[in-house]
Nanobody
Framework: QVQLLESGGGLGQAGGSLRLSCAGSGIIFSINTMRWYRQSPGKERELVATVTSLGSTNYRDSVKGRFTISRDNAKNMVYLQMNSLKPEDTAVYYC??????????????WGRGTQVTVSS
């Protein structure tokens, strides 16, 4: 059973930094695109950053220049370095990955989320 587990959330200060990690476990042959989403109370879940298997990245406008997504394919991990934090970055952050099964069917997996709270 493939699982994704986030870590690294917590309380940060405005202008500070936090680093999120997400580890994939189970039988994993490879991972395609990996993503970070976030959801604030009363809002819809939104895509924050994407990294493809070849390392191409994309970010939502509000985090460009502040957040960096990266991955370690050997460890089945994805990271989100968050700098210059703002109170509006407060949310539950979820990692997400497209992972092929042994029959090459690609399934999308979600982690349970990690809370990030930024104080002003």
């Amino acid at each position: 059973q493939v699982q994704l587990l986030e870590s690294g959330g917590g309380l940060g200060q405005a202008g500070g930094s936090l680093r999120l990690s997400c580890a994939g476990s189970g039988i994993i042959f490879s991972i395609n695109t990996m993503r970070w989403y976030r959801q604030s109370p009363g809002k819809e879940r939104e895509l924050v950053a994407t990294v493809t298997s070849l390392g191409s990245t994309n970010y939502r406008d509000s985090v460009k220049g502040r957040f960096t997504i990266s991955r370690d394919n050997a460890k089945n991990m994805v990271y989100l370095q968050m700098n210059s934090l703002k109170p509006e970055d407060t949310a539950v952050y979820y990692c997400n990955a497209d992972i092929p099964d042994d029959d090459r069917t690609v399934r999308r997996y979600w982690g349970r989320g990690t809370q990030v709270t930024v104080s002003s």
